[in-house]
């Protein structure tokens, strides 16, 4: 082979790897994004379905509650507009505590209950996630808006 | 008055900065000795104010003055010593003191261990370095001042955020923050060879010691952040893909990729424009870092507060040195030529795949990290991208990396026989094959990772074997004993051997623990027992057990494997109170070939407790790998050849100088 064939070749095979990475890199992403949305657009129906999303704010003061077998727990999020049942069953977090912030990621099921799979809440005190707080000034807004 | 001894000391060091900034590359571009020699005392004076305003500032927690705000929010009487000292830097102002502390410490350090360079490239990179550091300095002064006073004080501190009062944050910052600063000395190198025009094997031979032993801090630093977040945040995990992990692993993808290029351009002086490149990016990639974990954009519990002024100056600070550093670049890229041509199967070719893709996937991490801050940003909705993403394109780009590992050290530079490569490693890959495969099937877990991790380890280890063994024939001196020629192997192959055993075993470590980890969430009562993969765990009961500075519900539970007791775990649930924030303290049982991992949840009602019980199959070997590619590192930048180098350049340096 000529030595500019060569050198064709190389670039050619280097360039199709590098698609072919990009490639992958890119897909992988598509699947993997997970949506953020808050209470208030879960009933208004933004929420995907078949997918598993995030929903962040409250935790519900005196929502939280134990099943028989003391590992699943129940508890509802809410935006101070509205409010999404949620079961979990794990580990909570230290600082997950009622009407402190948390943020969820689970599916939404038929009977519009938030199956959870990871619970997340703030690092130290004086911190409220990003999303959490998000959610909750969406909702003030929302509702500043209607009063006017 | 010490706060302000520190302030003024500070203001000083910000001065000596900006002199050091200006003067020498002033000196450098006219040639003028005089000015050129301004930047090594202002150098040594900058780290002297600099680690006097860090004394002033350790004074403040040591002895609780709570009129200096930073201690009283971020320390307590009844905090112990240690988090009293460690808590200086476990804050946003005090971290940026010692990042500015730890670039001073470089810059004295190149000038004492670099004294070897032409007086003009020294000055041109104190020059950056000061220019840098002015940067940073003057960050840290206006808007992050340690040293403001809370008047009237404080009667008793907020102390340290609990999290942080373990001996893992004594050393993973500073660990870090070394890593990511060192990272500006190659970046310095970099831009003094563009400025002058200079880019040559002489300047790739300068810069290797050092950026490889920035990328030491850093592999340290990530291991033991890493080590940390395994035993702290006590759910198990030892990586998580969080943006914070992230901005400190892009750093070392590009770090590591910059070590390997800098080595073609030092033996064989090609890749030059890439590796400035590298060097360029690596450094705006720790800066990038810095601007994600000090702006607040970001949540996470490196991320202290939010202050948008201050994400503005950072992110303004890393504008402009990618802007400047790229238009120098382009300005200079031209005159470079490509150095000498090689085949498709060579050193060279090797290198070069192992460059692409650390950038692809370093690229793959950017995207993942700050696609949803962009989308945020812009009011486009808000997404997060979790571990899946992350971990759907890291293996799949890593194994050719890791492959090319293992061919690369056999390929000899420019040209090779690529029969005589297939002849030479086709044993060991096949073996290594057979064995992934026939070690999965031993240890019950047939799938594709499994198989496809431990075949790699498995070469990784094979190829070693092979490698040394290659080496210790091809010395010359055939006659004497195989001791004498191994002494005669120079450190920075050891290092290079080192560092790549060190990912064999970090890839055992990873897969085991990924293909056979179980746990086990359980309700407890005194004398109950549960069982997780062979061990039975036998639940003593809770006892109160109060800190210094906490108060603790602390659990004993028995581990036993069949008859044999093993050991005694007291996980922790506690409470801090200066911040009433609760925190669980896991315990584990350490073994070379598992943990056995215990954390406490809740207490119901009925006096049970939720225990998680976990049992992690060769954990440990993840950070044995690590710290074989550390101490890889260290090897490879002691290498005496870069010492014999300045010993031999002293002369002509001081007949320039004189």
Known sequence: MKARNKRLLLVGGGVALLVAAVALVLTAFQQNLVFFHTPSEVYEGKAPTGRAFRIGGMVEEGSIRREADGLTVSFAITDTAKVIPVTYRGTLPDLFQEGKGAVVQGMLDAGGHFRATEVLAKHDENYMPVEAQYAIDQAHKAAQTVQQ | ?658
């Open chain 2, 1 to 658: 008055m010490i706060a302000e001894l520190g302030h003024f000391a500070l203001i000083l060091a910000l001065v000596l900065a900006c002199v050091q900034a200006v003067v020498p590359l002033v000196g450098a571009q006219q040639n003028r000795y005089a000015l050129m020699a301004v930047g090594r005392p202002a150098a040594q004076a900058q780290l002297f104010f600099l680690l006097f305003a860090y004394g002033c500032l350790t004074w403040a927690f040591v002895t609780s003055d709570f009129t200096v705000r930073l201690a009283a929010v971020n320390s307590h009487t009844a905090t112990p010593l240690i988090y009293k000292i460690t808590g200086v830097w476990g804050n946003h102002e005090g971290s940026l003191l010692l990042w500015a502390a730890s670039l001073s410490l470089w810059t004295v350090a190149v000038t004492i261990f670099s004294r070897d360079l032409p007086e003009a490239f020294m000055a041109r990179v104190l020059g950056v370095l000061g220019a840098i550091s002015a940067g940073f300095v003057s960050f840290t002064l206006f808007t992050s001042n340690p040293f403001t006073r809370l008047l009237p004080a404080a009667a008793e501190g907020r102390d340290l955020n609990p999290l942080l009062q373990d001996p893992g944050m004594i050393i993973h910052p500073p660990l870090l923050y070394m890593g990511y600063v060192g990272f500006s000395v190659a970046f310095a190198f970099a831009i003094a060879a563009l400025l002058s025009g200079r880019l040559d094997a002489a300047w790739a031979r300068w810069s290797r010691p050092w950026t490889t032993a920035a990328w030491v801090f850093l592999t340290a630093g990530i291991a033991v952040g890493s080590g940390w977040a395994y035993y702290e945040l006590g759910w198990g995990g030892w990586w998580f893909w969080d943006p914070v992990e992230n901005a400190s692993f892009m750093p070392w993808l590009l770090g590591t990729a910059l070590i390997h290029s800098l080595a073609v351009t030092e033996k064989r002086g090609a890749f030059r424009n890439w590796t400035v490149l590298l060097a360029i990016s690596a450094f705006s990639m720790s800066l990038l870092g810095t601007f994600l974990v000090r702006s607040g954009v970001i949540t996470s519990v490196h991320a202290f507060a939010t202050d948008p002024a201050r994400g503005l100056y950072i992110l303004v600070l890393l504008v402009l040195v990618i802007g400047i550093s790229l238009t120098l670049f382009a300005w200079r890229a031209p005159r470079l030529t490509g150095g000498g041509s090689f085949a498709l199967m060579s050193r060279e070719s090797t290198l070069l795949g192992n460059n692409v893709l650390f950038a692809v996937v370093t690229g793959a991490v950017l995207l993942g990290t700050l696609y949803p801050l962009f989308l945020d940003a812009l009011n486009m909705g808000k997404i997060s991208v979790g571990p899946p993403y992350f971990e759907a394109v890291f293996v799949p780009l890593m194994v050719p990396v890791v492959v090319l590992m293992v061919i690369g050290p056999f390929v000899r530079w420019k040209n090779d026989d690529s029969a005589r490569i297939v002849r030479r490693l086709a044993p060991g890959a096949i073996v290594s094959v057979l064995l992934g495969v026939g070690l999965a099937v031993v240890v019950g877990n047939f799938t594709w990772r499994t198989v496809l991790g431990l075949a790699l380890a498995a070469w990784v280890l094979i190829g070693s074997v092979q490698l040394l063994r290659a080496r210790v024939a091809e010395r010359p001196g055939a006659a004497a004993g195989a001791g004498v020629r191994l002494r005669g192997i120079p450190a920075a192959w050891w290092g290079m051997w080192l560092a790549h055993l060190g990912v064999g075993v970090f890839i055992i470590g990873v897969t085991m623990v990924g293909s056979l980890e179980s746990e086990l969430d359980v309700r407890m009562k005194d004398g109950q027992t549960a069982r997780l993969a062979g061990y039975t765990f036998t639940f003593r009961g809770v006892v109160d057990a109060p800190g210094p500075n906490y108060l603790a519900a602390r659990a004993t539970i028995e581990v036993a494997r069949g008859e044999r007791q093993i050991a005694t775990l007291t996980p922790e649930k506690r409470l801090y109170l200066a911040q009433q924030m609760p925190m669980t303290e896991a315990s584990l049982d350490i073994g070379p070939f598992r943990d056995v991992y215990v954390s406490l949840g809740d207490e119901l009602e009925d006096g049970s407790w939720i225990v998680s019980l976990y049992h992690k199959p060769f954990i440990s070997w993840i950070w044995l790998g690590c710290t074989l590619m550390g101490v890889g590192g260290i090897c490879a930048a002691a290498d005496r050849r870069y010492r014999r180098l300045a010993e031999r350049r002293v002369p002509a340096a001081a007949t320039q100088s004189a």
